[in-house]
């Protein structure tokens, strides 16, 4: 009996068990910490006395006077105030003591879920989750989404729009998985040509080719314990698609010039704005890959799809990049508030971001307090019309009437704490650009 004891002190959850008529003669370790009282306080006590709330959420069997002839197995979650008076959520699953087919009492194991419980509150009642912001419906079940599969290792295909937040998407799935403390490795499937994609994601040896001058990992290897991001992946060649096949079935590399396989421990996390079940009919993408790679697929929805996320987008871009451009954060007009409400946003949120960036310049234009409609680029204002800004990706609103000025710019580069790329960006032009009328001031 002594080491029975000693068993059940040891296990991670909370134990208890009474008699018929509530008098507690089992009461474990667990239990004295989760609830704050001692075996000696406990034990022989009524339990209703003991606990004024009760670990049965008043679904109590064992009244006064009261045969208990048969008992179904419970759970259920039930509150529950520990001695220093903490409010705690308690997950209980309740179990009858039988002695042979008689009735003698029941066991109670019970854990703690407090904190689980008032997570999933954070993400009822979010405006945002991590870097994420949003707090539609559908991004409600975006977050749950990415905190369930962050848990668990398995490949996920990340779907969506240009600009709706793959990548953060995928940063995120990261931040929240057990290999949090790896790296994060990400490629651009799309960006690269197949001669360079097979280097940059195999890697090489020595001489493995002319200019292969010493030995370079690539990223998979690279990505080792952590996370590797294939992003656009609906861009990648057939002939790369076989050898990306090969390696995420068996997990094993071969570096270009040599043949010696190498094991790598990643989770696989993919995106790409294409539908790749259309491509699969049209023969471009494998569908063998495909179901490797989305064994969990997640949509991101488009913004014109939840714009009850835009007021809170713009405010928290407005604060971000007013305080980059070291200026009082301006209020949004009803009335321009109105527009981007309007607009169908084909660039997501990486037009919002570049339309804020845009408005909170011209603003200055007249005091910088307030973004109304007239600081807006013209194109929100026209119906049906996609502007290029609308989609590109660069973080610069391709402000075509900036010309040569410097003044602004040393205004601009003043602003922005002497941070060119930041200035660059104020003033609406690549950093190319910047640089480029910085020497002409220089030499002027
Ligand atoms: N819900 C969001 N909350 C805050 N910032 C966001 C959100 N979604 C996207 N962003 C920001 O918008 C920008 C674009 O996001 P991201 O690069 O992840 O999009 P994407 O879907 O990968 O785009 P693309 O298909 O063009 O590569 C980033 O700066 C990102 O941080
Ligand atoms: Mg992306």
């Given at each position: 009996?002594?080491e029975l004891e000693k068993v059940l ?66 759970e259920y979650n039930v509150k529950f ?71 668990i290792s398995v490949p996920v295909l ?287």
């Open positions: 009996m002594w002190d040891s296990l991670p959850v909370a134990v208890i068990a009474h008699d018929l008529n509530r008098k507690i003669f089992f009461f474990n370790r667990e239990a004295e910490n989760l609830t704050g009282y001692t075996k000696q306080e406990v034990i022989g006590n009524d339990c209703h006395k003991v606990f004024p709330g009760g670990f049965c959420g008043k679904k109590c069997s064992f009244k006064k006077n009261t045969t208990i002839l048969s008992f179904k197995d419970l105030i520990d001695k220093q008076g903490n409010l705690k959520f308690l997950e209980t699953r309740v179990v009858p003591i039988y002695n042979d087919k008689e009735i003698i009492g029941i066991c109670a194991v019970f854990q703690d879920i407090t904190y689980e419980i008032n997570t999933e509150r954070e993400v009822e009642g979010a405006t945002k989750f991590h870097d994420i912001i949003g707090s539609s419906e559908k991004m409600l079940r975006l977050y749950a989404q990415i905190r369930n599969v962050s848990k990340i779907l969506g729009e240009s600009g709706t937040g793959k990548e953060l998407v995928a940063q995120t799935i990261h931040k929240l998985s057990p290999r949090k403390n790896g790296p994060f490795v990400a490629v651009n499937c799309g960006a690269l040509p197949d001669s360079l994609i097979e280097s940059e994601l195999f890697g090489y040896v020595k001489g493995a080719f002319t200019g292969a001058t010493k030995t370079k990992k690539g990223r998979f290897e690279l990505a080792h314990g952590g996370t590797l991001f294939l992003d656009e992946i609906g861009d990648v060649s057939p002939a790369m698609q076989v050898k990306l096949l090969r390696a995420i079935q068996t997990y094993t590399i071969e570096r270009l010039g040599d043949d010696k396989r190498i094991r790598v421990d990643i989770r696989i996390v993919s995106a790409t704005n294409k539908d790749l079940k259309e491509e699969i009919k049209q023969g471009n993408f494998r569908e063998d890959l495909f179901y490797r790679i989305s064994v969990i697929p997640i949509k991101i929805p488009p913004l014109r799809q939840r714009i009850e996320d835009i007021p809170l987008l713009i405010d928290h871009f407005v604060e971000e990049f007013s305080s980059e451009f070291n200026m009082p954060k301006p209020q949004v007009s009803p009335s321009a508030m109105e527009l981007l409400k309007r607009h169908n946003w084909p660039g997501n949120i990486r037009e919002l971001q570049n339309v804020i960036q845009y408005a909170l310049v011209e603003s200055l234009e007249s005091n910088g307090h307030r973004i109304e409609p007239s600081h807006l680029p013209n194109y929100l204002l026209e119906k049906n019309v996609v502007h290029e800004i609308a989609l590109s990706k660069s973080n610069n609103t391709k402000r075509v009437r900036k010309q040569f000025d410097p003044k602004e710019i040393e205004m601009a580069i003043k602003r922005c704490g002497g941070n060119k790329v930041k200035a660059a960006r104020f003033l609406g032009v690549s950093r190319a650009t910047l640089y480029r009328w910085l020497s002409k001031i220089n030499t002027e």
